[in-house]
């Protein structure tokens, strides 16, 4: 049997999905910027996807860009608007599980002379609000804080931390990473005071190389990338139609059937969970039950090393993470686990496992049957 449980580093694209990118990059294959009826083919393809997505969101068309992922969106969000609003100040505040995208851009942007303040979190993965309220000066023009931690599953308070962001100082822009709580959640910036809103393709069964970021039109903001002027000047680059189309189909999926799956989501979530603390010496970070993300969990195995035994279960055919897929060839100990007081030995023993739409309780029982089963032997070898 083959399980894959790698789904928050990145999921399978549903059928229908790459059938349609490949019908529009073999048919429908013009420039969107293209005056001609293959242009206008392709410049329908994205007018559907805003459609969607800012249905969807429950936002205005014109406020959805397209990037190549939520790396760039990130980028655009919080570079954009440090340097458009840095004559008002040149404070900047988010988290310190954040994902690597926004905290190397907040580092480069200390390194430029802006300051930033990175909140802690509890034991659970959570900010708490006082210290968000603490951390607000006259100087602050904007906060990042990300709705759904990659590794853990830690939930922020987005639509608490919005409301006193603007309640303090209705100027501060509010920038949410969804990248993980979106085609999770449904998120509507608007009736939660988020300004903008990083999404990437890949995380719901979409494509590769594709995301967006809702930017809402009152949003001060400078692109970082020059070109042709695409997207009114915001993102320059011919759009990547295939990507945009396959993006939109996976969002129609996804969101047609969300709260059926997000239950048996949460279902295998739950009945993994208690299999794996049969396990003796076995530790769930962040939240286990439903006061976290529905597909994520991070489990600490005391005494073997994540490497060890990421590898074991590939052998039986389970993929998992050792933790970020995008830090996954660094050495150093995961920053959020740190940030949530986890200390020696068990910040190199823990793995990752996240769930999808496409997996089944069959695979949840195949895979608790084989840690039960690599575990101890595993145990056994490390103490010889």
Known sequence: MEVYLDNSATTRCFDEVAQLMTKVMCEDYGNPSSLHRKGVQAEQYIRYAKETIAKNLKVNEKEIFFTSGGTESDNLAIRGCAYANSRRGKHLITTQI???????TMRQLEEEGYRVTYLPVDEKGCIRLEDL??????????????????????????????????????????????????GKFRIHPKKMNIDLLSVSGHKIHGPKGIGFLYIND???????????????????????????????????????????????????????????????DVTVNGHPGRDGAPHIVSVSFAGVRSEVILHALEDKGIYVSAGSACSAHKPQPSATLQAMGIHGDQLGSTIRFSFSVENTMEEVDYTLQTLYDIIPVLRKFTRK
């Open 98 to 104: 954040e994902h690597p995208a926004i905290l190397q």
């Open 133 to 182: 309220e603490r951390a607000i000066t006259g100087e602050t023009i904007l906060v990042s804080i990300m709705h759904t931690n990659n590794e853990v599953g830690s939930l922020q308070p987005i639509e608490e931390a919005g409301a006193m962001i603007k309640r303090m100082d209705s100027r501060i822009l509010f920038h949410v990473d969804a990248v993980q709580g979106y």
């Open 218 to 280: 009152k949003v001060k903001i400078k692109p970082i990338l020059f070109g042709g002027g695409q997207q009114n000047g915001m993102r320059s680059g011919t759009e990547n139609v295939p990507g945009i189309a396959g993006m939109a189909k996976a969002i129609e999926i996804i969101y047609s059937g969300l709260d059926k799956d997000v239950e048996r989501l949460y279902c295998m979530k739950e009945a993994f969970v208690r299999g794996i603390q049969e396990l003796p």
